[in-house]
């Protein structure tokens, strides 16, 4: 009976093992401001331009969810939100906050990136290499996709499913098969961007949080060149910075040209629209 228990208590202990290391891996705090401050400094006049987000307006944000994909779509905003056990697709009412459609993911998937094809949302995981195919109207899963290694970020450019992997690489794939159709390395000023993360493709440009910094690239999705920065520090003040996490989720709305922003844990949703850093 006693080795029973301890075997037991020894499998208990390497699941809850895993999980906390895994989400470690993804819940790290935000960069600390200065690193932040450094990484947005000035830049010589040749170099990559830096935008900042106006914020127009905020909208109240669930602060348990662990985002991971944001996605606007024929008036609904669609969410895809994370972590083991308490991950989600979700329809959320943009003015209120509230969810108006959630369904659960299993507790072994860990849920990432979101983009719409047709009348379907795609889902990535984690590192589980399942994609989730969900029927918009009725959040029920039509098929699934395989694939090779993490999955991260995932917006529709019209052709192809743009996916990053936490590394600087952008996979273009094809919506039907998920098969790969190519692959393009994101540099800025030539050098390497990593840990790209959540998406969103915006006529011919694709938008990629970096994580665990505040800033959001626009990258030529055809040479992976970065465009543009856009240093999105200081959105959260101290009083609703609360256990906010990073800065993730990007979705553009069409009907006005604005951008919807938010994070992981964060108390808020901006609307915004890019301007010159002053
Ligand atoms: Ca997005």
Same mark, same amino acid.
């Given at each position: 009976?006693?080795?029973?228990?301890?075997?037991?208590?020894?499998?208990?202990?390497?699941?809850? =093992?895993?999980?906390?290391?895994?989400?470690?891996?993804?819940?790290?705090?935000?960069?600390?401001?200065?690193?932040?401050?450094?990484?947005?400094?000035?830049?010589?006049?040749?170099?990559?331009?830096?935008?900042?987000?106006?914020?127009?307006?905020? !909208?109240?944000?669930?602060?348990?969810?662990?985002?991971?994909?944001?996605?606007?779509?024929?008036?609904?905003?669609?969410?895809?939100?994370?972590? !083991? =056990?308490?991950?989600?697709?979700?329809?959320?009412?943009?003015?209120?906050?509230?969810?108006?459609?959630?369904?659960?993911?299993?507790?072994?998937?860990?849920?990432?990136?979101?983009?719409?094809?047709?009348?379907?949302?795609?889902?990535?995981?984690?590192?589980?290499?399942?994609?989730?195919?969900?029927?918009?109207?009725?959040?029920?899963?039509?098929?699934?996709?395989? !694939?090779? =290694?993490?999955?991260?970020?995932?917006?529709?450019?019209?052709?192809?499913?743009?996916?990053?992997?936490?590394?600087?690489?952008?996979?273009?794939?094809?919506?039907?098969?998920?098969?790969?159709?190519?692959?393009?390395?994101?540099?800025?000023?030539?050098?390497?961007?990593?840990?790209?993360?959540?998406?969103?493709?915006?006529?011919?440009?694709? !938008?990629?949080?970096?994580?665990?910094?505040?800033?959001?690239?626009?990258?030529?999705?055809?040479?992976?060149?970065?465009?543009?920065?856009?240093?999105? =520090?200081?959105?959260?003040?101290?009083?609703?910075?609360?256990?906010?996490?990073?800065?993730?989720?990007?979705?553009?709305?069409?009907?006005?040209?604005?951008?919807?922003?938010?994070?992981?844990?964060?108390?808020?949703?901006?609307?915004?629209?890019?301007?010159?850093?002053?």
């Amino acid at each position: 009976m006693t080795k029973w228990w301890a075997i037991l208590a020894l499998a208990a202990a390497a699941v809850g =093992g895993g999980a906390l290391f895994c989400d470690a891996q993804k819940a790290t705090p935000a960069t600390p401001r200065a690193a932040t401050a450094a990484a947005a400094s000035p830049s010589p006049a040749t170099a990559t331009p830096t935008l900042r987000p106006e914020v127009l307006a905020r !909208y109240p944000h669930d602060t348990e969810a662990f985002t991971q994909g944001l996605l606007w779509r024929n008036g609904h905003l669609f969410e895809s939100t994370g972590l !083991y =056990g308490e991950s989600s697709l979700r329809e959320v009412d943009l003015r209120t906050g509230t969810v108006v459609r959630r369904h659960d993911l299993p507790a072994d998937l860990f849920g990432e990136g979101l983009a719409a094809v047709r009348d379907h949302l795609v889902q990535l995981t984690w590192k589980h290499g399942t994609a989730l195919v969900w029927r918009t109207a009725d959040f029920s899963v039509a098929r699934q996709f395989a !694939y090779e =290694g993490e999955g991260w970020g995932l917006c529709f450019d019209g052709e192809h499913l743009v996916m990053s992997d936490g590394s600087d690489r952008l996979v273009f794939r094809d919506p039907d098969s998920f098969a790969v159709a190519r692959t393009v390395h994101v540099t800025r000023d030539g050098a390497p961007v990593r840990a790209l993360n959540e998406l969103e493709c915006v006529d011919g440009a694709v !938008y990629a949080n970096v994580w665990q910094t505040d800033e959001i690239v626009r990258i030529d999705p055809r040479t992976g060149r970065v465009e543009a920065t856009i240093d999105a =520090g200081g959105l959260l003040d101290a009083a609703s910075r609360g256990h906010a996490d990073v800065l993730n989720g990007i979705a553009f709305v069409p009907e006005t040209g604005h951008f919807l922003i938010t994070g992981k844990l964060w108390p808020w949703v901006f609307e915004v629209r890019w301007v010159p850093r002053r």
